[in-house]
């Protein structure tokens, strides 16, 4: 089993983060990390603690059809692509 690529599905995750701070003016304070051992990716920031930018984010990742979950108040979402 091999995990999908991270880099994309972060860098997607963060292109939704820097659409969502253009869209309303926002600086969400929004990081984006990988960690392959894991097979995840976290968004975490204070902007998350925010319910539109979380939501935004969650249903962004529900689109993709990307399981997540959402810790608060750490203000994290973590991603767990699917297994091939």
């Not at 089993?1 to 995750?13: G, Y």
């Not at 975490?44 to 810790?71: C, F, M, N, V, Y």
Request: proline share 6%; net charge negative.
């Amino acid at each position: 089993m091999s995990h999908e690529p991270l880099q994309p599905i972060a860098d997607a995750i963060t292109c939704e983060v820097a659409r969502f701070e253009a869209e309303y003016g926002l600086n969400l304070g929004v990081t984006v990390t990988t960690d392959e051992q894991a097979g995840t990716v976290t968004a975490r920031g204070e902007g998350l603690t925010k319910w539109g930018p979380r939501q935004s984010l969650s249903a962004a990742l529900d689109r993709a059809g990307l399981r997540h979950d959402i810790h608060m108040p750490s203000a994290t979402i973590i991603v767990y692509p699917s297994v091939t």
